[in-house]
């Protein structure tokens, strides 16, 4: 017995012979199985882009604090005329600050590094070579990374907590990697923009905006960042804002929101470690 299947049905016809049974479909509900199977793949993909959205890791660019604590950073790769000149007014206003160090400088300026360490200042790895680290493999993050915090070890005996990606490049490839070698990825909520040759005074016109919890970009050999320094400084003991390096800026314990604020999970504050 044959069965005739109307185009404009949409209702399975069952066809059986001595062999079994089959399903027949018409035309229409073809087309119909064909559009729901389109509408199941684009809520399926649909929903793998909203969990990857939702999971974009970010990097640290300010603490939620209660207290006053702000941190100034100086990022050194070229150049190290200026830096014992930055060391020597943190001293001259009892600050400690935070350095973020290339290897091919530290190669260059051992006894810079060296100096650094013993006048009580934070360092932390801004890379080996200085790339763009997005566009590596996780082999070749971790070859800049732990050579780089490896360097900074034999100079100083110090521990390396902290990782700044150059030109602020990061990727979740990158923080993982990072974050698998114990180093807190650290970008700046207040960029002095002091390699653009801005003057001394409108360095720290932009760096007054800082408030508690922000962390500051400035570079150890910009032009006229010893000019900037003593306003910055005078301004903050004004304002009653102390500055700490950023190891002892952040919390212990933590999340990270999608602005990078950092924002503790208790109360316990102090040291990263």
């Not at 044959?2 to 399975?12: D, E, R």
């Not at 479909?25 to 389109?38: E, H, N, Q």
């Amino acid at each position: 017995m044959v069965h005739k299947i109307s185009s404009f049905s949409t209702k399975p016809v069952k066809k059986c012979n001595r062999g079994g049974c089959i399903i027949l479909f018409s035309k229409k509900s073809k087309i119909l199985l064909a559009l729901l199977s389109v509408v199941v793949a684009l809520t399926i993909c649909t929903s793998f882009v909203l969990v990857f959205a939702n999971t974009r890791l970010v990097p640290v660019y300010k603490v939620k604090r209660q207290d006053n604590k702000i941190a100034i950073s100086f990022d050194a790769a070229w150049g190290a005329d200026k830096t014992l000149g930055i060391l020597d007014i943190c001293d001259q206003y009892g600050v400690k600050v935070t350095f973020f160090l290339v290897s091919f400088w530290m190669e260059a300026y051992p006894d810079m590094v060296a100096e650094i360490a013993r006048r009580g200042h934070e360092i932390g790895t801004h890379s080996k070579t200085h790339p763009q680290m997005s566009k590596l493999s996780k082999e070749e993050i971790k070859e800049e990374l732990t050579y780089s915090v490896g360097q900074i070890v034999a100079i100083t005996g110090q521990e390396v907590t902290l990782f700044r990606p150059p030109f602020g490049d990061y990727d979740n490839k990158l923080i993982d990697v990072a974050t698998s070698l114990n180093l807190a990825t650290i970008q700046w909520s207040v960029d002095s923009l002091d390699w653009k040759g801005l003057s001394g005074q409108e360095i720290a016109t932009r760096v007054q905006k800082a408030k508690p919890g922000d962390i500051i970009l400035c570079h150890n050999n910009s032009d006229h960042i010893l000019d900037a320094l003593p306003a910055i400084f005078q301004w903050a003991k004004i304002k009653g804002l102390e500055f700490v390096t950023i190891g002892q800026l952040l919390h212990q314990n933590y999340t990270i929101e999608k602005d990078g604020t950092m924002v503790p999970t208790d109360k316990i504050t102090g040291d990263f470690k």
